[in-house]
């Protein structure tokens, strides 16, 4: 053993001599030093933040009609505004104007809300924002209450005490959701403040900057660095002059070879600790955020130097040359980047947009939804899906529709009594964002073609059909039901729809309202299903289920709520018995459709979470999908687990069932597979030919993406670590779109495992060949 | 310390390289070579270059496999780590890192070979002034001369007090002064019971120092023993006749071809060295010398230098 500590000492050694380790260090400090300064201060908002107004469009709406009314709050401010002002504002919500904004930074982005924000952050400076008569009738929160007291305000307080009087005129349009804003200072100089962020949204923002930081230093010039400096270490080492010396001593030749290679690691160990330590530090005493897990990056990132230098070592022992040594990495991290671009890319294409996510059965055969929100319709002549209920051609891209749209289930619900089926499509405002979705509608015998039903009054996220047709859109705090509309109703409600930008439905006459009057409020992420035999609804929300009856006049009453004590946001099913309720933890909770006991619980694996829950419309059994692409079974008439699984397990991405209970799985490409649950038996298959890229893909391309080792997913085991979280929405997602507990859209698991896994494999697999060759090698 | 009768056992050793990408090319290093190397000795093996000394001493210590036959270092099969544990080495052409100073360079090897880093401290101020490297100790080896590294291979080789030390061309790059001080260096650790294994090029290093000696040749061993018995008179080894003549008497009396070196050693008398290794050569000579009036006054066989018994040998290998 004092042989090795030996060799590792005089790796040490080496490591401080090398002037490159001397000046790497130098420049970390350097940077740490340039970075010191930089800190953030916390202190009480004063400007509106775009994400606190909820409503722009109501609020300017607000605005504008205070013009006509007299002492309220609206009134006051819009004769604050000056003529130009007050044009622009009416400009604002005139969709005929010039200066009506137009859509900048892709769908989703709403320039009227920048326009409203920034407006009134410019008013909130005023002396004489506030007015007593004005603001008589709000309640004002006792902050702004003690302001309002308070003489000679500072220029920061008037703006804080004129924002807290905008927040309490407008409760509906704005929510001022934390009182605390971040500066980002750098020595006494606020260099941007405040940010336009509530410290909440700025706390991942900042972690996946610290990562993203730390990343660069360490992923890409730390690790390449301690490559160029450490390559010829092993190849100096097995040189003749010195190798014959070394293997004259009583030491093994595989430990020396992996002593050695440790040795090696020490340089990158030095280095990182020294980063990652300095920023830690610097978040901890300069910013105060003190996030211990920052230092798990340290073995991370030498651990994904190991899996690199492994390759040098090998080389470096069989070529004794340090540039081979230093080629055969560059080639051996450009190969993993061209296998791991052209997985990625092929499973995006074959899997996520062109691959089965939803599927319906209708009379006449079956339907099935793509990643990219395409419907197809099985053609059992030609074997192959045909495109069907097919959006109209100036719609947003399929691409859009994956990344954007997934806060909205596309998912056509098939309505046997009028032979129709019937879904929700997302739909953009005039102004640019998204507002409630579209139902749309499409009648077998129209060869299902889509006809849009109007826009919902409010975010719906599930259409459900009752025993008898009913048509029902719950909403957080509503239930609607589709009742239809004549022509003459359909045609105002275009009209209304066109001239407000959807900010008020034209087509309220055809959503009417069914909810009970007690209705409670389920929260922005709630899950909602009828079951089959009674029309029950069951509404999951706030942590709360609620279970409401039937009436006969077609509306809903409360019967009873189950408290969950959880926040989380769930999926869930109902038929015959049970219900099943899965919760974002994979907690998943099996409850007799009546009395809502829980008859059976079952806890999925950690980081599996759930996408959504589906029930045989007889009630022999129930399926819950996860985000792993797994299907979990349930007996219907028992609660029980039902041990058999689909054989697509792994790589199902979609399930539902057929009017005879049977299961419909989709093996995550272009096949439809339908099983017996009872028996597990497969009864028949859709399926279209594949082509000759998905042989590339199954037969080239993912088995060597499986081989090979993956060191570039480490970084995203730093985001892990960062996050704490193993499921995250899908890479790409516009931040404006992400909603971390909207459990429908699309998540990259991240398995730490497997990555792990893969790399230790490789990197034993390495240390062996290297040992192997050293132990029967003449020197 | 356990003294072995024999410190190196060498039987029927073969040693055959292997290269080319389907390894069909072969040279054959070692073509059963078997030596015995007794302890407390100085052995020096000579050997012209591709003779396979190198190859012999890196099977022994196991840097090399041996294809086939026994070797074994004090009582241990060759490369074994025990053998190596009481073993020192200097390589040919060695390189010691060059980060190390002289007195890191110890602790290094000094811990590779088993010693705590306190016993190493403790040993090194005296070895270095043992090798003449006192007062340079703290100097980067990377400034040191050829000559200076040889010593701290040397002084390294040393460290652990091993039983046998094996060195390969220890003075190479060292200057005459040096050279003897190495040479009594290892005739002192000779005399404390240590068993010296000398590789070099330098036969009146050998010469000078070694007990027994063995020539190596064309991965054989041609001759063992010690220095005098490989240079004692041989039929092979040059008559000296002692005349008076002059040198043109002389070289009429001898075949020209067999004449090596004419001396003259003053009152017209002349010592003529001859290659005349059959008695009747010898015989005819005399015949010949007496017909011509030449006076013999003296005649006698003379030993071989080691330098001209090794050539001898090896030029015998090569006919």
């Known amino acids: 053993m004092n042989a090795y500590l030996a060799i590792l000492k005089d790796s040490f050694r080496e490591a401080v001599a090398s002037r490159v380790l001397l000046i790497a260090l130098a420049g970390i400090v350097s940077i740490l030093l340039l970075l010191a300064p930089f800190g953030l201060s916390t202190d009480k908002a004063t400007e509106l933040r775009r994400s606190e107004v909820r409503q722009p469009e109501r609020l300017l709406t607000r605005l504008v009609n205070g013009a006509e009314e007299q002492n309220t709050p609206a009134a006051h401010l819009w004769s604050l505004l000056n003529d130009a002002q007050q044009k622009r504002a009416r400009d604002l919500l005139n969709p005929e104007s010039e200066n009506r904004p137009r859509r900048r930074g892709g769908p989703g982005a709403n320039p009227l809300k920048r326009q409203i924000v920034d407006q009134l952050n410019e008013l909130l400076k005023a002396d004489h924002f506030y007015d007593v008569d004005s603001w008589k009738d709000v309640r004002l929160p006792d902050e702004a209450s003690n302001l309002l007291q308070q003489p000679g305000l500072s220029d920061s307080s008037l703006q804080r005490r004129n924002l807290l009087l905008l927040a309490a005129a407008f409760r509906r349009e704005i929510d001022i959701a934390d009182s605390n804003a971040i500066s980002l200072g750098y020595a006494n100089a606020t260099v941007i403040g405040p940010i336009p962020l509530t410290p909440s949204q700025f706390e991942p923002i900042f972690d996946q900057i610290v990562v993203r930081v730390v990343g660069v230093f360490l992923g890409f010039l730390g690790v390449f660095g301690s490559l160029l400096v450490t390559a010829g270490l092993i190849p100096r080492t097995f040189e003749p002059g010195e190798i014959a010396l070394l293997l004259s001593k009583p030491v093994h030749r595989s430990w020396l070879f992996v002593t050695k290679f440790l040795g090696g690691c020490i340089f990158t160990l030095l280095y990182a600790s020294v980063l990652v330590t300095g920023i830690w530090l610097l978040l901890g005493i300069r910013m105060g955020s003190w996030q211990h897990q920052l230092l798990w990056c340290i073995p991370v990132y030498v651990f994904l130097f190991m899996v690199y230098y492994s390759v040098s070592a090998v080389a470096g022992a069989i070529w004794r040359n340090s540039i081979v040594a230093l080629v055969l990495v560059v080639l051996f991290w450009t190969g993993l980047q061209v296998v791991g671009v052209t997985e990625t890319a092929l499973q995006d294409r074959l899997v996520n947009d062109r691959g089965i996510k939803e599927i319906a059965i209708v009379d006449t055969g079956i339907l099935a939804v793509d990643g990219e929100q395409n419907t197809y319709i099985w053609n059992a002549e030609s074997s192959h899906w045909q495109q069907t209920f097919e959006e109209p051609p100036d719609s947003m891209s399929g691409f859009a529709r994956r990344f954007l749209a997934t806060g909205v289930r596309f998912a056509p619900v098939y309505d046997s009594h009028s032979d129709r089926i019937y879904a929700l499509q997302l739909a953009e405002s005039r102004f640019g964002g998204f507002g409630p979705p579209q139902l749309v509608t499409g009648y077998a015998e129209d060869g299902w073609e889509r006809v849009s039903l109007g826009r919902v009054p409010e975010v719906v996220t599930t259409v459900l059909i009752g025993k008898d047709g009913r048509v029902l859109l719950p909403s957080s705090q509503r239930i609607y039901q589709y009742v239809g509309q004549t022509e003459q109703q359909q045609r105002r409600a275009d009209f209304l729809d066109n001239i407000t930008g959807g900010i008020l439905s034209g087509a309220g006459k055809a959503f009417k309202q069914v909810q009970p009057k007690d209705m409670p409020d389920l929260g922005e992420n709630f899950a909602a299903a009828i079951n089959p035999d009674d029309n029950q609804l069951l509404l999951f929300g706030n942590g709360h289920l609620h279970q409401l009856k039937a009436l006969d006049d077609g509306s809903y009453s409360l019967i009873q709520s189950r408290d969950f004590d959880t926040d989380e946001s769930a999926v869930m099913n109902v038929a015959g018995m049970h219900a099943v309720l899965a919760l974002a933890s994979g907690k998943i909770q099996v409850l007799n459709a009546r009395s809502l006991e829980t008859v059976h619980e079952q806890q999925l694996a950690d980081g599996v979470v759930p996408r959504l829950c589906t029930a045989a419309p007889d009630g022999s059994s129930l399926a819950i999908l996860t985000h792993a692409e797994d299907v979990f079974l349930f007996d219907g008439s028992t609660g029980r687990p039902i041990t058999w699984h689909p054989p697509e397990n792994g790589a199902c991405s979609a399930v539902a069932y057929s009017p005879d209970g049977q299961l419909l799985v989709s093996n995550g490409r272009l096949a439809v597979r339908k099983y017996d649950v009872s028996t597990g038996q497969r009864s028949d298959e859709w399926s279209e030919q594949t082509t000759w890229v998905y042989d590339l893909y199954d037969y080239v391309i993912q088995p060597l993406w499986t081989v090979l080792p993956k060191p570039s997913q480490l970084d995203e085991f730093v985001t892990y670590i960062m996050s704490g979280k193993q499921s995250v929405l899908a890479t790409g997602t516009p931040p404006w779109m992400a909603n971390g507990d909207n459990l429908q859209q699309q998540r990259d698991t991240f398995e730490p495992v497997p990555v792990i896994r893969d790399n230790v494999i490789f990197l034993i697999a390495m240390l062996c060949v290297g040992c192997l060759y050293v132990a029967r090698r003449d020197y | ?319």
């Open chain 2, 1 to 319: 310390m356990v003294i072995a009768e024999s410190v190196i056992q060498v039987q029927d050793l073969r040693k055959i390289y292997r290269s080319g990408v389907l390894r069909r090319r072969t040279v054959n290093a070692l073509e059963g070579v078997s030596l015995d190397v007794p302890s407390g000795q100085i052995y020096g093996l000579l050997g012209p270059n591709g003779a396979g000394k190198t190859t012999l001493i890196k099977v022994l210590l196991g840097i090399v496999r041996k294809t086939s036959g026994d070797a074994r270092v004090l009582g241990h099969a060759a490369g074994e780590i025990a053998a190596r544990r009481r073993v020192g080495y200097l390589p040919e052409n060695h390189r010691i890192p060059r980060h190390l100073t002289g007195s890191t360079a110890l602790e290094y090897y000094g811990c590779l070979s088993g010693l705590s880093v306190g016993e190493v401290r403790r040993r090194a101020p005296g070895l270095l002034g043992r090798v003449g490297l006192k007062g340079r100790e703290h100097d980067r080896v990377s400034g040191y001369s050829k000559g200076m590294q040889q010593r701290l291979g040397l002084a390294q080789a040393m460290l652990h007090q091993p039983d046998l030390i094996i060195l390969d061309e220890p003075t190479d790059g060292v200057d005459p002064v040096g050279r003897k001080q190495i040479r009594e260096v290892l005739r002192s650790l000779a005399d404390e019971g240590a068993s010296i294994f000398l590789n070099s090029h330098l036969l009146q290093e050998i010469e000078l120092i070694c007990d027994r000696v063995a020539i190596l040749s064309n991965g054989s061993v041609r001759r063992t023993g010690s220095v005098k018995e490989l240079t004692a008179a041989i039929a092979e080894s040059p008559m000296v006749f002692r005349i008076r003549a002059d040198r043109t008497t002389a070289e009429s009396c001898f075949e020209i071809s067999t004449v090596s070196k004419v001396e003259d050693v003053g009152d017209g008398v002349l010592d003529v060295h001859a290659g005349l290794p059959e008695q009747h050569q010898v015989d005819s000579i005399i015949d010949v010398l007496r017909s011509r009036d030449v006076s013999l006054l003296s005649m006698n066989r003379r030993d071989l230098t080691l330098e001209e018994a090794f050539l001898q040998i090896v030029r015998e290998e090569t006919a």
